[in-house]
């Protein structure tokens, strides 16, 4: 999401990222074991989720995990796994027992020939590119940050852009989980096919997943082209942008006419990432930094928005660079925020972005974060918000501290009408009457819920929202 300024993640020399990621993963290490002490709140990323819970565990293995699910439900207390905690939704709250994966974080085994990886369920997946990358071994796809955990990334339909490449759960093998029972299963499209199809993107309801076994392909380069264009220019080309790149999104910044529109393909190199200081400027500097000091301005001076968009837009400027897949996908997140994001059948993506800023212009709203438009094929996951089509993602943002609520409301009603499916970890208004309409699989993932877990010992508020009783 920094990247609506510019967008890449940070690097400089090999060395120098070297050193960067031992101290990552060495201050990851040392706050999990910090964690090890178990308090009784837990809040998530952006603050909007908090949990008051009779009990936090944090397993180191299966086995643990199946014991604190058996002890949970002979006390008949609700289990709720959470990795990172990006959700914006209450998909993790829960007043009975919270699993804490981030000591089942390890790589179990990396098959180069196959492309198999398996790896523990609260590995985050910023380590898990780094260890691919050392196997010589990419994700196909990927969204736009890497922080969360690799079950929470797949447990709620986490995806990025791409012509013909989907989500991250659609890369998954198999999965290993706990069940109600405490039971531990392993399914795949060959073995327990049904729980695999629901457990895959299952927000959590059908068991705790425990580890994940993802298909890779070889360590691949993309070269980005990144540029400022007009937003009208964009909506007329958009379906040529769209059939042209292997990785086509762009951000619309509201009351201006710009956009920041990225391609990123495939090449055979070489290698070629942007200076040390240019990255420095321009993604920590103007895209996290000085943008953070435009939203805080526009918190205090609602009617400068207008103006502080202007102004931001002028700040962009074209560039393209090359690099490992990953490190062109994500980008750091350094100021917090809620937000919405809706997927629609793609051939309606332009009339309805229209529709939404003639809305913005009648409602006299201000809004100072960008709106991301991105892309997914159609796909066979039950609960994937491409299921059975060509998706466009249109997501709405507001910073912390700015109510949301009439803008979200706005928009949602706007993406309701061209029938679109929110995003499962994403702020949204709809039920389960929506959900048994939207997706064609819904009965039979209530279906596979109702054998896995019948005396609903991994539900929630939100999954009785979603899923029913």
């Given at each position: 999401?920094?990247?609506?300024?510019?967008?890449?993640?940070?690097?400089?020399?090999?060395?120098?990222?070297h050193?960067?990621?031992l101290?990552?993963?060495?201050n990851w290490a040392?706050s999990?074991?910090?964690?090890a002490?178990?308090?009784?709140?837990w809040?998530?990323?952006?603050?909007?989720?908090k949990?008051r819970v009779?009990?936090i565990?944090t397993?180191?293995?299966?086995?643990e995990?199946?014991?604190?699910v058996?002890?949970?439900?002979?006390?008949?207390?609700?289990?709720k796994?959470v990795?990172?905690g990006h959700?914006?939704?209450p998909?993790?709250?829960?007043?009975?027992v919270?699993?804490?994966l981030e000591?089942?974080a390890?790589?179990?085994?990396?098959?180069?020939?196959?492309?198999?990886v398996?790896?523990?369920?609260?590995?985050?997946?910023w380590?898990?590119n780094?260890?691919?990358?050392?196997q010589?071994l990419?994700?196909?796809?990927?969204g736009?940050?890497q922080?969360q955990?690799?079950?929470?990334?797949i447990?709620?339909?986490t995806?990025?852009t791409g012509?013909?490449?989907?989500?991250?759960?659609a890369?998954?093998?198999?999965?290993?989980?706990?069940?109600?029972?405490?039971?531990?299963?392993?399914?795949?499209?060959t073995?327990?096919?049904e729980l695999?199809?629901?457990?895959?993107?299952g927000l959590?309801a059908i068991?705790?997943?425990?580890?994940?076994t993802?298909?890779?392909?070889?360590?691949?380069?993309?070269?980005?082209?990144e540029?400022?264009?007009?937003?009208?220019?964009?909506?007329?080309?958009?379906?040529?942008?769209?059939q042209?790149?292997?990785h086509f999104?762009?951000?619309w910044?509201?009351h201006?006419d710009?956009t920041?529109l990225?391609?990123?393909?495939?090449?055979?190199?070489?290698a070629?990432?942007?200076s040390?200081?240019?990255t420095?400027f321009?993604d920590?500097?103007l895209?996290?930094?000085?943008?953070?000091?435009l939203?805080?301005?526009g918190?205090?001076?609602p009617?400068?928005?207008?103006?502080?968009?202007?102004?931001?837009?002028?700040?962009?400027?074209?560039?393209s660079?090359?690099?490992?897949?990953?490190k062109?996908?994500?980008?750091?997140?350094?100021?917090?925020f809620?937000?919405?994001?809706?997927?629609?059948?793609?051939?309606a993506?332009?009339?309805?972005?229209?529709?939404?800023?003639?809305?913005?212009?009648?409602?006299?709203l201000?809004?100072?974060?960008?709106?991301e438009?991105?892309?997914?094929?159609?796909?066979k996951?039950?609960?994937?918000?491409?299921?059975?089509?060509?998706?466009a993602?249109?997501?709405?943002?507001?910073?912390?501290?700015v109510?949301?609520?009439?803008y979200?409301?706005?928009?949602e009603?706007?993406m309701?009408?061209?029938?679109?499916?929110?995003h499962?970890?994403k702020?949204?208004?709809?039920?389960?009457?929506?959900?048994a309409?939207?997706?064609p699989?819904?009965?039979?993932?209530?279906?596979?819920?109702?054998k896995?877990?019948p005396?609903?010992?991994?539900?929630?508020?939100y999954t009785?929202?979603?899923?029913?009783?």
């Amino acid at each position: 999401m920094s990247r609506w300024l510019r967008a890449r993640a940070p690097r400089g020399t090999a060395r120098a990222r070297h050193r960067a990621d031992l101290k990552r993963w060495a201050n990851w290490a040392v706050s999990t074991e910090a964690s090890a002490a178990p308090t009784r709140t837990w809040t998530n990323w952006a603050g909007n989720q908090k949990s008051r819970v009779r009990r936090i565990a944090t397993p180191g293995s299966t086995a643990e995990v199946a014991q604190v699910v058996r002890e949970a439900a002979g006390q008949g207390l609700a289990v709720k796994p959470v990795g990172t905690g990006h959700s914006f939704t209450p998909v993790a709250v829960t007043d009975g027992v919270l699993v804490r994966l981030e000591h089942l974080a390890r790589l179990r085994s990396a098959d180069k020939a196959s492309g198999l990886v398996t790896v523990e369920a609260g590995m985050p997946l910023w380590r898990f590119n780094e260890l691919l990358a050392e196997q010589g071994l990419a994700l196909t796809n990927m969204g736009d940050i890497q922080e969360q955990t690799v079950s929470g990334a797949i447990g709620t339909g986490t995806h990025g852009t791409g012509k013909a490449s989907a989500s991250i759960a659609a890369q998954v093998a198999a999965l290993e989980l706990v069940l109600a029972d405490g039971s531990t299963v392993s399914c795949s499209a060959t073995e327990r096919p049904e729980l695999f199809e629901a457990a895959r993107i299952g927000l959590g309801a059908i068991g705790v997943i425990t580890s994940v076994t993802f298909r890779t392909e070889p360590a691949f380069l993309l070269a980005a082209q990144e540029e400022p264009m007009r937003l009208d220019a964009v909506l007329d080309s958009f379906d040529q942008l769209w059939q042209d790149n292997e990785h086509f999104e762009f951000w619309w910044f509201p009351h201006t006419d710009t956009t920041m529109l990225k391609r990123n393909n495939r090449t055979a190199g070489p290698a070629a990432p942007l200076s040390r200081g240019r990255t420095w400027f321009e993604d920590e500097f103007l895209s996290n930094t000085f943008y953070s000091g435009l939203l805080k301005a526009g918190r205090s001076a609602p009617r400068a928005v207008p103006a502080i968009n202007k102004l931001a837009a002028r700040a962009l400027s074209a560039r393209s660079y090359t690099d490992r897949s990953d490190k062109v996908f994500t980008s750091p997140r350094r100021f917090k925020f809620l937000e919405m994001e809706y997927a629609l059948p793609r051939a309606a993506t332009v009339p309805a972005l229209r529709e939404v800023r003639r809305m913005l212009q009648d409602a006299g709203l201000r809004i100072s974060i960008p709106i991301e438009v991105r892309t997914a094929p159609a796909d066979k996951l039950w609960l994937s918000t491409a299921y059975g089509r060509d998706t466009a993602y249109l997501a709405f943002h507001m910073p912390n501290g700015v109510s949301p609520t009439e803008y979200f409301e706005n928009a949602e009603s706007i993406m309701v009408a061209y029938d679109g499916r929110p995003h499962w970890g994403k702020l949204h208004t709809r039920d389960r009457d929506y959900f048994a309409t939207a997706y064609p699989r819904f009965d039979d993932f209530l279906a596979v819920r109702d054998k896995a877990d019948p005396q609903r010992v991994f539900a929630n508020a939100y999954t009785r929202r979603v899923f029913g009783s």
